[in-house]
């Protein structure tokens, strides 16, 4: 049923007062569709011309005109008949499903920015965690600042320029030692740095005990540790860091030239490399490439008599290569000792294990849970790598850049990367006490991760950033 208003079909307007009009659509005998169009006249009840006259003739010539354009334009917008309409419906789902999918975007959209508004509030929540944890150790290092002991003599005068207002009298007097340690709370101590002022007649007992590759074996106090001098470069990536070694105590066929050198970049580290002398070292030309049968953690290896010692990846263990059997002779765990990452030094590299070699013997630095992270000191039996004598220190393994050991006393570094560090720290075995220290220690290429000492050179050797190098010492008679 139409509507009560005008309808346009093909540009004719018909009146509508609710009378029934049909259109039909078939072909013809020629096969071609054709439209027609029948509604009742609102006036007469019946035709008194069944023919028509010419009005009514002109104006369905007009109405088949009409009809004609507009099968035209239905042709050229999708074809007639029931194919055109299977196109238009085609077309409406094409439009309909990317309307669907908009939809389903926009709703990915906003859930995403839910999430980022949520990643937003715990941002904030953490921001302002950090904040708080700033603000009170802002505090806690003002007051330690305003407790700070001052020294005598001259030191009241220099106090007293830093801290206008407080009376160096009456200040707490600094201690002439370094505190033991306290376990509880579980808190680390900081050390404080002086310098050690050596009188002249000491300095002149220095000139022998300093001479690298003298026969004497007095031992003495570190004093004074000299300029680098760079022996070779490392050629790759793998040489970021390293260890690089001489025997203080050959055996034969090897001497005390002889050279070794790993490369421990990587997580199958088994080269070891054997050079004839230091300078062929520098040329970067091996005489010699052992393949350990376990790969190295790290590189805290050394070389004494006639054996490489490692820590063993992955393990809290020591072992012992025979560098003329080529083969693993001794492994030993050291109880509780951290491994992979628990109390490395400061600069990391998994330096939980590091041996060492002194004039006194094979020593192995580490630090158990027991030990709260502090630096323990073990004595051990080179053949068997049984352990003779435990020490434990005051001092945070993870709070120093590394360590050596000279005559039986631990030295710490305080800095890996700063190119001024200090010699900030020293235990000494045979007394079972410490100090601080002051000692300057250069860090020319910025990544110090290794130094070992030499008995027999009375030398430091360090790998630093790609380079190797050695740093003469001076020690003074006890």
Not at 169 to 192: D, F, K, R, V
Not at 242 to 250: H, L, Q, S
Request: charged residues 25%; glycine residues 10%; aromatic residues 8%.
């Amino acid at each position: 049923m139409l509507g009560a208003c005008l309808v346009l079909l093909g540009g004719l307007a018909l009146g509508c007062r609710g009378e029934r009009a049909y259109l039909t659509r078939a072909d013809d005998s020629t096969g071609r569709c054709t439209y027609s169009f029948t509604v009742a006249s609102p006036v007469e009840a019946a035709c008194p011309n069944a023919g028509g006259g010419p009005e009514v003739r002109a104006e369905l010539a007009s109405l088949a005109a009409r009809l004609s354009r507009l099968e035209s334009r239905e042709r050229g917008a999708g074809g007639s008949g029931p194919r055109g309409v299977e196109a238009g419906g085609a077309r409406d789902s094409q439009q309909a499903a990317p309307a669907g999918g908009l939809e389903d975007a926009y709703g990915e959209l906003l859930r995403a920015k839910s999430r980022l508004e949520e990643e937003k509030g715990r941002l904030e929540r953490e921001n302002a965690e950090l904040r708080r944890r700033l603000e009170s150790s802002t505090q806690e290092i003002a007051r330690l600042r305003a407790t700070r002991c001052f020294p005598g003599g001259e030191g009241h005068d220099r106090e007293a320029v830093r801290a206008p207002g407080k009376d160096p009298a009456h200040a707490a007097p600094c201690p002439t030692t370094a505190p033991g340690w306290n376990p509880q709370p579980l808190t680390y101590q900081e050390l404080q740095s002086e310098r050690t002022e050596v009188p002249a007649s000491r300095m002149l007992e220095e000139t022998v005990l300093s001479r690298p590759g003298t026969e004497d074996s007095g031992c003495g106090e570190l004093v004074w540790v000299g300029e680098p001098v760079v022996f070779g470069r490392a050629d790759s990536i793998a040489g970021k860091y390293g260890v690089w070694m001489k025997d203080p105590e050959p055996v034969p066929p090897f001497t005390r030239e002889t050279t070794w050198r790993v490369d421990t970049v990587g997580t199958e580290v088994r080269q070891l490399f054997q050079y004839e002398a230091a300078e062929q070292l520098a040329q970067g030309y091996p005489a010699k490439v052992h393949i350990l049968p376990r790969p190295l953690e790290s590189n805290g290896a050394v070389i004494y008599r006639g054996g490489l010692f490692f820590q063993p990846r992955r393990s809290h263990a020591v072992a012992r290569y025979d560098l003329r059997t080529e083969a693993i002779t001794a492994e030993k765990e050291i109880p509780g000792a951290g491994y992979h990452g628990q109390y490395p030094y400061a600069w990391g590299g998994y330096t939980d294990i590091d041996l060492a070699v002194d004039e006194t013997g094979l020593w192995v630095i580490y630090s158990t849970e027991k030990a709260r992270g502090a630096i323990i000191l073990s004595k051990l039996d080179p053949e068997t790598l049984e352990i003779r004598q435990t020490w434990q220190t005051n001092i945070r393994k993870r709070g120093v850049a590394n360590s050596f050991i000279i005559c039986g006393t631990l030295y710490t570094i305080s800095s890996y990367s700063a190119p001024n560090a200090t010699i900030n720290f020293a235990y000494n075995t045979t007394t079972g006490t410490s100090r601080a220290l002051s000692i300057p220690f250069e860090n020319r290429f910025r990544y110090l991760s290794m130094v070992d000492y030499n008995p027999t050179e009375r030398q430091l050797f360090a790998w630093d950033s790609f380079n190797m190098v050695t740093y003469p010492v001076r020690l003074s008679q006890v």
